[in-house]
Structures are given as structure tokens and as C-alpha cells.
């Protein structure tokens, strides 16, 4: 049986037609198809907000970082692995540095816990951290005023000390900032550079928290002697900071004079691991909300199936005269598919609008991450295709009961 | 035109076989006018629904134009009744939400034809309006229509694919007796160009259109006479 192209325009037609004609009928019963898909895509476009945010943060915190911890195995006895036999030693980070050629920057950091004070305040509460003049590269920081650590400071143990925009705020220093004075822990430190403000909002760390730097050598003065550090380096590129992350595990394990077999003593990070894991994450939520839409498409079916019987049933006698019109069963069949997939586009349609309007409200609350939630254009095609196949899932049977009356019964329905 | 020979309809209603057709023969040439009388239960709704290839007889022939069409399948049925067989029902079957001339178009969207245009379809529409004397009113609703307009709209529709054979039941059933009158004349001058009419009728005066009249009675032809012949049968009677 062939249809023709008029038969499907009527069909079209007729079905937009039903649904004008029967508007909160077909609004009720669509509406679980309009909540589905609404639902569905608000959360798409937020998690698509949040990706978008995420991603841009850990960009700019450098993909090809890479961060080496001290760690002790996983339910390994404390003894076995003591504190000292874990904790990386400044003489590691050296050999690090030069056994490690995929790395650009390498530098360990260490914070140390005194107050800071300048002639108008004393602070608690500012970090103070320890660095080798690489760090600057390592965590993409320049200093913005005044000079970088140099071989003397480091080799001198000098107290110089490099600031943020806040701690000299905090500090209530002159405007200059470079040439003044400050004390931490009672010794006095000469103000030789600014470093700019951190720009990624990661890990609670902003511009609003004051920072001061010193060498990593003054820093060993001032620790005591079984102090932790950590190292942060920086890969040549986002490309090889895989192969930088197993040269650095291969030559801490050699220096540790680790068995093979036996689990590592620190951890190495590379930041793209973080996003990798963020992407499953995100993965994973899609795929929940994609569950909850397949529920909530589920339920609206039923109602779109439901209403489909009922239009059947009330048009008996009109499927009765198209059948001795000529139609065939199948020209019936298609068109009562079409309705209800019509009728579900239809719901789709509103549901996007609705996912729509509820993602650009997203961008409007204040302090979210969510400014740049939108609705991905896949989603819309998404929600259509999903739409359209519940309505031919659900469609089908009120459809078959409609090309399998009878056109003598149906013309004699009341 | 039609031949049908033997035929038979048997439903089963549970353990219960009704016959309905018992045996009927009846040839029907072209262009002829026939009414079909008979009491309800007389088997004339079943033979009516064969010949309009709505329903199977369960034994015996039936040839349409040439056709086989007892042992069609109900697509192939389907197909004839679209091309060969036009239908005009008691209570009209229009559908309420479409004009007249949107009516009268339906059997359209069903047609083999491809490729039609649409304004060769409204040609089509109007020159089968223009043939029920009904030109004026095209874009109006049924509830805008009279009985009797309604009933020309559904004739309108039942002659635009130039069907072999134009089957009425009862078509003057909801009129009064002054439309029914203007109705059987439409079915006349249509019977004058040509066309085939078969009327299901238990009035006198509506099956007097016709030229022949067949009576059945529990499942057999009673009586199948031209109508000067029925009427001498029944004054004698």
C-alpha cells in the first residue's frame, strides 16, 4: 500500500487540527511529556553551565600541571611506612628536577604556619610558602612589581619575600608595597615583588586571601625539621604531562629505593586526571537525569496511549466512513501514529521552551557557577527524537485498535 | 456491472449460526437504478455491505466491473471501494471540523493517485458539487448546512472518484419528504448522466425513482421486477 504525500500532509494537518481543537486536553496529556523533557533539559543546560565553568577554571589553572604528595599506601601499617620514610625531602625534588626532561618547571612548596606583621599590623592566618624561583612558571603567577627570587636569595637563604595585592592590603602597606619591610615570625623581610592576584577560583583559593612567598631555602630555616612539602611542576605540554607523570613516579621509586611490587610512598597528580574525573561525573549525572527523563517519558506515554484510545473511540464513526472512503488499514494505522507523535512533539516542543526559560533563569542566580548554562542544541534534538518515539511506542496500539475496526461496526457506533 | 451468484453470509453469535444470505443472485447492468426493499432482517444491509465491498461474503461469487472481489483482502477492498464504489449514508458521515468542499475531497487523500495538485483537487471537488447543485456554500461547516445541503455534500463526495456503482442507504432517512424528493431527483439526473444507483429504501414512493426494484425477504430475493411491475404486484397485493 502506497501513501501518498497528500495523505501525509492531510494526516499532519488533521492531527494539528485534533490537538487545536482539543488545546487543554492535549496540554493535560502532554504534560508529562512537557515535565519529562523540561526537567531534562534545564539539567543539561545547568550541568552544561557548570562543565563550561569547570573546564575554563581548570584551564586556566594549566592542564599540564602535575602535583606530587606524600602518600602513605592504602592500609599499609603506620609503622612500616613511618612519617620520615614518606615525607619528600628537598633533595628529592632536585634529583626530580633532573631526571624528569618532559618537565618544564619544577618547584616544591612548603607552608609555613607564623604571624606576619608590618609596622601598622599583625596577621594571623596568611600563608606563607616556601618556593624555588620556577613556581612562578609551575603555577603561572608573574610577579607584576618588582623581581623574582634569584640564585643569592636561595643560595643565601635571604629574607626576602615576594606578596599579593591582598597581603599588602591586609598589611596595610604603602601603595609601593616593593621596598618595605615586614616581619614573619619576628625576623624581618625585605618586600622585593609582586605577584599578581590568582585567577582561578579553585579549591577555595581567591584574591581575596593574602599570600606571601619566600625562598624555599629561607623557608627550611624557618620549619621545623620534619616538615612536609609538596611539588608542583609543569609539564613541556598538556601532551606529554602523562609521560612526565611516569618519569616522575619512575624516579621517585628509584631514589626511594622502592621494590617493584611494593605500592608508592607519594602520589603523583596530573591535573588533567581532575577534569577526566569531572567529565565522568558529569557523564554520570546526564545519565541519571536521562533515566529520570526516560521515567517521566514513560508516564507520559501512558497518558498520550491513554488519550489516543479515547480519540479513537470517539472518532469510530469517522474511522468507519474514511475506511469506506477507501482508506485502508494501514493509511488508519499512520495516521493515528502520526497524532500521537504529533501530540508528543507537540509536548516536546513545550518542554525545550520550558528548559529553555529555566536555564536562562539558572544564569540569573547570583553566586552559581551557572552563568553559562544554556541548553545544547543536541539536547533539543534529543528531546524531539525521544518525544517522537514515545509517541510511536505508545501511539501503536491505539492505532492498530483504530486500523483493526470493523468499518460496518464503526459506521453503526453511536 | 455486478454479478453476484450463490451468495451466502453465515455469522456465527456465539454457538448460534445466522444466515443471513441464503443463496441470493442478482446481476445488475450499467447504469441501471435499483432500489433494494426489504424488511429489517431481511438480509439487505448484509447484501449491501458485500456490494460495497465492506464486508466477505462467506460462499458464492461477486464480480464488480469484472473483478473478482469476494476473495479480496481487506486493502484490496479497501482500494475498490475508493475507486468503484461511492457511499451515501442516512445521517450524511460528514466530518464537522471540515468544509464542504474539504469533504468532499477525503476520498482523495486515499487515492492511488499521486501528484494531483491541489488546485486539480479542488477542481474535482467543485465539479462533483457543481453536479449536486451545491456551488454556493463550499466553505461552509455541516451545523452551517441544511439536511438536505448535507446530503448533497456527502452525494458530492460519494461521485468524485466517478465510482462504478453509487450505493445509498436510506438517504432520505433524516429528511423531511419535500428534501427527500429534491435528494432522489439529484440521484435521478445523476442515474440520466450515466451513473450506476443502487438505493437501500423501505419507501414506496423513494424506490418509484428508481426503474427496478428488488425485494428480500429472510435472505433470499423475494421478488426482483422493474418498478411498473412492482406496482401492479403491489396494488394486486
Redesign the interface.
Known amino acids: 500500500?502506497?501513501l501518498?504525500?497528500?495523505?501525509y500532509l492531510?494526516?499532519i494537518k488533521l492531527a494539528l487540527?485534533q490537538i487545536w481543537?482539543n488545546r487543554r486536553r492535549s496540554v493535560l496529556t502532554s504534560l508529562g511529556i512537557i515535565v519529562g523533557v523540561a526537567s531534562t533539559t534545564a539539567v543539561i543546560a545547568a550541568l552544561t553551565g557548570l562543565k563550561a565553568n569547570v573546564l575554563k577554571e581548570f584551564e586556566s589553572f594549566g592542564a599540564n600541571r602535575i602535583f606530587v604528595f606524600p602518600d602513605r599506601p592504602d592500609n599499609a601499617p603506620r609503622n612500616k611506612y613511618p612519617r620520615e620514610k614518606i615525607r619528600i625531602k628537598p633533595w628529592e625534588v632536585k634529583e626530580l628536577q633532573e631526571s624528569c626532561p618532559s618537565l618544564r618547571a619544577i618547584t616544591p612548596v612548603t607552608e609555613i604556619g607564623l604571624t606576619v606583621a608590618s609596622e601598622e599590623r599583625e596577621l594571623d592566618g596568611i600563608s606563607i610558602v616556601g618556593i624555588w624561583p620556577d613556581w612562578h612558571e609551575a603555577e603561572n603567577r608573574r610577579v607584576i612589581d618588582g623581581r623574582v627570587f634569584n640564585q643569592i636569595d636561595e643560595r643565601d637563604q635571604r629574607q626576602v619575600c615576594l606578596l599579593n595585592q591582598a597581603a599588602i592590603d591586609a598589611l596595610r602597606l604603602p601603595e609601593e608595597g616593593v621596598g618595605s619591610h615586614i616581619l614573619l615570625g619576628g625576623r624581618r623581610f625585605l618586600v622585593v615583588g609582586i605577584v599578581e592576584t590568582v585567577q582561578a577560583r579553585m579549591f577555595g583559593m581567591d584574591g581575596s586571601t593574602g599570600e606571601v612567598f619566600v625562598p624555599f631555602s629561607t623557608a627550611l630555616k624557618l620549619q621545623p625539621p620534619e616538615f612536609f612539602l609538596r611539588v608542583v611542576a609543569l609539564a613541556r605540554s598538556a601532551e606529554v604531562s602523562e609521560e612526565a607523570r611516569a618519569e616522575i613516579q619512575r624516579t621517585m621509586r628509584r631514589i626511594r629505593g622502592i621494590q617493584p611490587g611494593d605500592p608508592d610512598t607519594f602520589q603523583v597528580e596530573v591535573i588533567d586526571r581532575y577534569i577526566e574525573q569531572f567529565k565522568t561525573m558529569a557523564t554520570g549525572i546526564t545519565a541519571v537525569a536521562g533515566g529520570i527523563v526516560g521515567i517521566s517519558l514513560l508516564v507520559g506515554g501512558i497518558g498520550i496511549m491513554n488519550i489516543m484510545l479515547v480519540s479513537v473511540s470517539e472518532r469510530t464513526?469517522?474511522i468507519?466512513?474514511?475506511?469506506?472512503?477507501?482508506?485502508?488499514?494501514?493509511?488508519i494505522m499512520m495516521q493515528f501514529l502520526l497524532e500521537a507523535v504529533v501530540l508528543c512533539l507537540f509536548g516536546g516542543l513545550i518542554g525545550v521552551l520550558g528548559g529553555k526559560v529555566a536555564a536562562i533563569g539558572l544564569t540569573f542566580i547570583p553566586g552559581a557557577p551557572l552563568k553559562h548554562a544554556d541548553v545544547p542544541l543536541w539536547a533539543v534534538g534529543v528531546s524531539f527524537a525521544f518525544s517522537a518515539i514515545v509517541g510511536v511506542a505508545f501511539g501503536f496500539f491505539p492505532a492498530l485498535k483504530a486500523s483493526r475496526l470493523d468499518?460496518?461496526e464503526a459506521?453503526r457506533h453511536e | 456491472m455486478i454479478r453476484i451468484e450463490g451468495l451466502r453470509k453465515v455469522y456465527r453469535v456465539g454457538e448460534e449460526k445466522i444466515h443471513a444470505l441464503r443463496g441470493v443472485n442478482l446481476h445488475i447492468g450499467d447504469n441501471e437504478m435499483v432500489a433494494v426493499m426489504g424488511a429489517s432482517g431481511s438480509g439487505k444491509s448484509t447484501l449491501m455491505n458485500i456490494i460495497g465491498c465492506l464486508d466477505r461474503p462467506s460462499d458464492g461469487t461477486y464480480f464488480l466491473d469484472g473483478q473478482a472481489v469476494a476473495k479480496m483482502s481487506p486493502n484490496e477492498l479497501a482500494l475498490v471501494r475508493n475507486e468503484k464504489i461511492g457511499f451515501v449514508f442516512q445521517s450524511f458521515e460528514l466530518l464537522a471540523r471540515q468544509t464542504a468542499l474539504e469533504n468532499v475531497e477525503l476520498p482523495l487523500i486515499y487515492s492511488r493517485e499521486a501528484g494531483l495538485t491541489a488546485a486539480e483537487r479542488t477542481r474535482r471537488a467543485l465539479e462533483a458539487l457543481e453536479r449536486v447543485h451545491l456551488t454556493d456554500r463550499v466553505t461552509h461547516r455541516p451545523n452551517q448546512l441544511s439536511g438536505g445541503q448535507r446530503q448533497r455534500v456527502a452525494i458530492a463526495r460519494a461521485i468524485l472518484n466517478k465510482p462504478s456503482i453509487l450505493m445509498a442507504d436510506e438517504p432520505t432517512g433524516n429528511l423531511d419528504s419535500v428534501t427527500s424528493h429534491e435528494i432522489m431527483e439529484i440521484f435521478k439526473g445523476l442515474h440520466r448522466d450515466g451513473q450506476t444507483v443502487l438505493v437501500v429504501t423501505h419507501e414506496n414512493d423513494i424506490a418509484a425513482y428508481c426503474q427496478r426494484v428488488v425485494r428480500l425477504r429472510d435472505g433470499h430475493v423475494l421478488s426482483d421486477l422493474s418498478i411498473a411491475e412492482d406496482m401492479a404486484g403491489r396494488k394486486a397485493g
Do not use: D, N, W
Open positions: 500500500m502506497i501518498t504525500p497528500y495523505f492531510q494526516a487540527s481543537a464513526r469517522e468507519g466512513l474514511r475506511k469506506a472512503v477507501g482508506a485502508t488499514p494501514s493509511a468499518p460496518i459506521l
